[in-house]
């Protein structure tokens, strides 16, 4: 085992195979000289020249659309976007063309892309740097959607993104650059669609991912106190779904709360709830609970900031009025 | 035509010739098909453009790019698409390129390098851009040509995807088919210019205005850019001046546009203007341009043929291809 950052897993799962693959190569606005705006890509383009960590014009809609049109052409690009916020820019590439391309063709073509998304807030950015924009993604049919919570995750989560013959999103919650986390000496590729169980429980499940991991295990670590024993399910993946995990949980526990850090309303953890409503109804004995950002944009004050957005003390609230 | 001193020997001209011929015929079939009711959605004709698609795709090796637009019959004939194939598309059948999938305004290729037709207006110029890099990545001297239409240079793609394939000096060869009017909307009353080629000095990019109905003029223009693409040169872009003889869809009454208008057009049709050409130059004789007819007439028969004579596709197809190792959910019914 080996301690590295969430960045650095990040990094070493782009490192290795671009080390073992000519044909993936990375471009994004300053991911050359300059290491990326978070220093994800730092040193790369030292190791790997100008042709493989290419910075591109601020241009998100290119940057999108030149990963579909050369995955389409036999090479394995991945994307950087500075902010998953500036996916506005380049929504028409992704949705319209990257999600759609192969279907529409009958299947002939395929787009080997990884589009990486910085996301989340916390960091004091405001509105338009702190979204959690998931839930656009996960609605997309075509798309895959990764969001890992450790860099043990970050770095195999990367991997098979990269492995994959298809568009993955893979998002990154810019608060967990700098969280170090042990790593294996040799990381194997996380498969897309199984979720992790960070702790085991029998009382309540909590099904979460990205940094709302950690505030659940923090809530959990809270709720102990208190007798209620929380199992904390990190699904990874957010798309393809390891509905099984969940639902077994489920079956164990009985009640369930759903966290994420979006703005509550229309959010990735609806469709979840929507799930386990339609399959695992009659295993809950609480209503469906879920936690998330009020449905404001997030303010810049940092009193403001972390009052918009959720805390442990959110989640332990949650669980607690299901008891 | 014929001012130009050609390159090209009387074989390329014919070849060129009888992809016009397939154009103008596939299209006619679209067209009288879509007014019976046998082919669903929307169909956008190319004729009365044949002369950019071909001009432009004369100078293509197979294993180069082409990104094409919702007009997009045109450019997958030329780009060497099978008639067959995109007939049972329009037709919506399981034979289709797509499995009848993708419909008309989604054929591609990939054996021929055909990244697509496309629905957005604007899309492909990023896409063509990523081909063009995929091209200059792995160190090969294909190139990529990019068509699409006055109307959609006034999107921000067009200002991305030239700027980028400037500054990486990319193989990508834009071919602006400006055919006066972004549906309804004329030039004139979508951009404050009359030669769409001005834009390309904003991206010190060379920039040209061809006649689009002059099949070697738009020849000459796009395997100049070629060769310079081939060399790592960078991109150009080429304005090829058409205009199209249907609306922007079948069904389109055209009321914006007046007869007048439309006649003065038709003078410069481009198949009159290339079978002058190769009778009054002896490349082909009357008889010989009879006999190049009926053999495109019998490829759409059989064209038509085959798609009447495919199966629908499958309901199960419809929740396959999304990717490539999952199967979506089907319904019961």
Redesign the interface.
Known sequence: MRKMTYGQGIREGMRTRMLEDPNV?IFGEDVGKFGGCFGVTAGMFDEFGE?RV?D??I?E??I????????????R?IAELMFIDFLTVGM??LV??AAK??????????LPMVVRLPAGGGVGAAAQHSQSLEAWLTHV??L?VVYPSNPQDAFGLMLSAIDD??PVMYIEHKAMYAMTGEVEDEVKPIPFGKASIKKEGSDVTIVTYGKQVFDSLKAATILSKDNIDVEVIDLRSLY?LDKETIFASIEKTHKVVIVSEEAKRGAYTGELAAIIAEECFFECDAPIKRVGALNTPIPFNPELESYVLPNEMDIVEAVKALF | MGGIILKISNESIIEMYTKMLKIRKFETKAMNAFAEGDIPGFVHLYLGEEAVATGACANLRDDD?I?STHRGHGHIIAKGGDLKFMMAELFGKET???????GSM?I???TKGI??A???VG?G???????????Q??GTDQV?ICFFGDASTNQ??FH??M??AS??KLPVIFVCENNGYGISVSQARHQNITDVSVRATAYNVPGITVDGNDVFAVYEAVNEAVTRARKAQGPTLIECKTYRHRGHFEGDPTVYRSSEELEKWMKKDPIPRIEKYLVENSIVTEEGIKTLNGEVDKMIADAVEFALSSKNPSKASAV???????V?EARLR
């Open positions: 190569f042709s290419r591109t014009p241009s809609g290119v999108i659309g030149a990963a579909v049109g050369s995955a389409a052409c036999g090479v690009p028409d590439q319209n063309q391309m192969r279907y529409m063709f009958g299947g002939k073509i395929n049919p075509g895959k013959d298809n393809p | 790019y990104t289709g390129y797509c499995k009848g999938k993708g989604h591609a290729d990939a990244l697509g496309n629905g957005i899309a110029h990023n896409i063509a851009v990523g081909a063009g890099l995929a091209a990545y792995k990529c921000s793609t991305e995807a700027n980028l500054v990486w396959e291809d999304v990717y490539t190792d999952i979506e």
